[in-house]
């Protein structure tokens, strides 16, 4: 199978080589072109534009920053609509709200082409190694014309109905990472303030009710202050700000959420925007220092 990949960022440079590394031929795009040269060295092809991508390949999949750079993609000129037509597929895999998928949806299938959402969960780590869960919606047929390469991608993939379902799933799952790290940032800073070692309260973590591979994974890199970037902090905190949206729209109350969202807007402030999601936990550092 030839499918077209736009956006070589941290999540879809790792994704596309996997397919190269899995024997599909793969035709790619950035906006910086330099970004695709080790997918090339790998064998894949460069389209110079986003049409240019979908004209030659059946099934395109996009994984971009944010809403504004998914319709960009699609809308802007020589852009995926510009060749979008009857036989072809459009399957974007970044995180954006329901709204924005609504949009690309509608402006796909209007010429002619099949759409399908299909945000992850997973970040650098998962998908260097096929590990992510996609949680995908929209044209049925598209999904199963896909899963051979999502069976590449992730470890399980899920069908959620109607466009907009998938982004709802994914900006849940988000909110729920981002409202814990906070409060893991905050064990781990109660711990250190009040005489504990942090490294016994994360092996106490790793063999309790509340373990997981969230603490376990960045726990020691956080008490070494190693923020190397897996899912950038500016991109949880657009996915908390866009679930808080979601729950206005729904009238349910999110405290927890809304104070996570000012923890990593401070984060953004300082500068951290570009460090891992972790680097939050810098916010605390700040307040111990000025106390």
Excluded at 30 to 41: G, I, Q
Excluded at 204 to 220: E, Q, R, S, T, Y
């Amino acid at each position: 199978m030839e499918v077209g990949f736009l956006g070589l960022g941290i999540m879809g440079k790792a994704m596309s080589m996997n397919l190269l590394k899995n024997g599909f031929k793969v035709t790619v795009w950035n906006r910086t072109l330099s970004k695709c040269n080790e997918l090339v060295a790998h064998g894949a092809s460069i389209g110079k534009t986003p049409a240019e991508v979908i004209n030659k390949c059946t099934i395109t999949i996009a994984m971009l920053s944010d809403p504004a750079a998914a319709l960009s993609v699609v809308l802007d000129k020589d852009g995926v609509l510009e060749q979008i037509c009857g036989g072809k597929g459009y399957i974007d895999m970044s995180t954006v709200d329901p709204e924005t998928s609504c949009k690309i949806n509608e402006a796909i299938t209007s010429k002619g082409g099949r759409f399908l959402e299909a945000p992850v969960s997973g970040s650098k780590q998962p998908a260097e190694t096929g590990q992510l869960v996609i949680l995908a919606a929209g044209d049925k047929a598209l999904y199963e014309a896909a899963i051979p390469a999502f069976d590449i991608l992730g470890k399980k993939s899920f069908f959620l109905g109607q466009v907009g379902n998938g982004a709802k799933m994914k900006l849940v799952v988000n909110m729920i990472m981002g409202s814990m790290m906070n409060a893991f940032s905050e064990g781990l800073t109660l711990a250190d303030r009040s005489g504990l070692n942090p490294d016994d309260l994360l092996d106490v973590l790793d063999l309790g009710a509340i373990a997981n591979p969230m603490f376990k994974g960045k726990g020691p890199a956080m008490l070494q202050n190693n923020y190397s970037p897996a899912f950038p902090l500016k991109h949880q905190q657009k996915d908390m700000r866009l679930a808080l949206a979601l729950g206005d729209e729904n009238s349910v109350p999110m405290p927890v959420a809304a104070a996570s969202n000012e923890a990593f807007k401070k984060a953004r402030s300082m500068g951290l925007g570009d460090m891992d999601f972790s680097a939050v936990f810098e916010t605390l550092k700040v307040l111990k220092h000025s106390s």
